[in-house]
């Protein structure tokens, strides 16, 4: 019987339009794009499925890893573990070839899976990378010499989630944030220069969430869905709000949707979904559910991927039961959450939005295509290409990359 680990990480929502990331619009600099949000501004992809599949530009046998890639110019960077370190490393966009590598930590361990989880950020000329175990670094893009690195769980005396950390930095501004699950520190923000903790917020563990920063409740603020609730930030560090967000095993793992102003969290573990509205009180917001839907009966149980909204509509992986085989594709009508259509059993995958197409991976290798629309699913191509991946597509500048626990491939995307 084949067994699914049930941690992962995976990020949506809706970035603020800061200038590191929108300068490079054809680039995907972090975690599901340079919004952060899994849609993709690139143009002309796919434009009809080649008889064969998408051309094979390159395969780059990186390694164990469960890191995605985050892609800036000439250079495809991601974490991998080898040699009994977990690094980071920076592949050639045109050949695969490796330009440099550099240690971040020893190796990680687990018995869901050896290796980093979190996926590298692009923010001008540095990288932040987050390793398995709490090591939180930034190093040179240029040639990956290490800036700083520091272990933010330790420091603040917390404990390694059960499956790993998984959270992919969040670059706001002149802070780096990720979950650190410590006591009264679920969320760190250290000076993107140097390294110096500025502020913590929140008390609880950590999830397997990358936090987003949204425009919500009537203002710009940070959003993280932790292990057992969801908080919503100030960039100064002050506490908004919290949401009890409780899943087994602390598997929250999709990252929080901003719709209309307000906050859509989704979890598997049997858990579903929710849309909050944040109600103004004095200086900080009363969550309340706008609608919900959980447990058996939910419309959507996001595992470990982050859904898609286009259009009013979101488009997700509904997985049925704990962390079981059985996984639907999903469109629901975002402000009720009426289900819209299900192409049932299509299996465990992630996916992505780009020029009016779904581009998603499954756990079998496949790459599949699909065009959006949220009165039924039309497939219009599929073919396996990877081992088994839990990483949603990269399309960056005319290519597409995919990442299984092997290697790295780079597809043409037209």
Known sequence: MLSFPRWSFLVGGCLALFPVFTAQAV???????????GISAEKGVLPAWPADGPEVLWRSPVGEGMSAVAVAGDKVVTLRQIGGNQEVVALDAQTGDIRWRTPVGNAYENSQGDGPRATPTIAGERIFV??????????????????????????????????GMACSPLVAGDLVIVQAGA???????????????????????AGYSS???????????????????????????????????????????????????????????????????????????????????????????SEWQTPVLIDGYLYGFDNVGSAGPVTH?????????????????????????????????????ELVLAKIDPQ??????????????????????????????????CLSAK
């Open 27 to 37: 680039d995907s600099p972090q975690f599901l794009g340079a919004q952060r949000n």
């Open 130 to 163: 987050f390793t398995g175990d709490g090591v939180l670094g930034a190093f040179q893009l240029s040639d990956g010499a290490k800036i700083w690195q520091k272990n933010v769980v330790m420091e603040n005396r917390g404990q390694t989630a059960d499956y």
């Open 183 to 205: 006591p009264n520190a679920t969320l760190v923000a250290c000076d993107a220069a140097t390294g110096e903790q500025k502020w913590k917020a929140g008390d609880g563990p």
């Open 211 to 301: 936090p987003v920063l949204l425009n919500v409740g009537g203002r710009q603020q940070i959003v993280a869905l932790a292990g057992s609730q969801a908080l919503g930030v100030s960039l100064e560090g002050k506490l908004l709000w919290e949401y009890d967000f409780e899943t087994a095993y602390e598997c929250n793992t999709a990252s929080p949707i901003a719709i209309d102003g307000m906050v859509f969290l989704s979890a598997g573990e049997n858990h579903g979904s929710v849309l909050l509205e944040l109600r103004p009180r004095d200086d900080v917001f009363q969550p309340t559910e706008k609608w919900e839907s959980l447990r058996g009966g939910s419309v959507l149980r």
């Open 329 to 365: 594709l999903t469109c629901l009508e975002a402000a009720t959450g009426k289900r819209m259509w299900q192409e049932t059993r299509f299996g465990k995958g992630n996916l992505i939005a780009v020029d009016g197409k779904l581009l998603m991976t499954t756990f079998t290798g």
């Open 376 to 409: 039924e699913y039309k497939e219009l191509g599929r073919t396996r290409l990877t081992g088994p991946t839990r990483q949603a597509p990269v399309v960056a500048n005319g290519r597409i990359y995919l990442r299984d626990n092997r290697e790295v491939v």
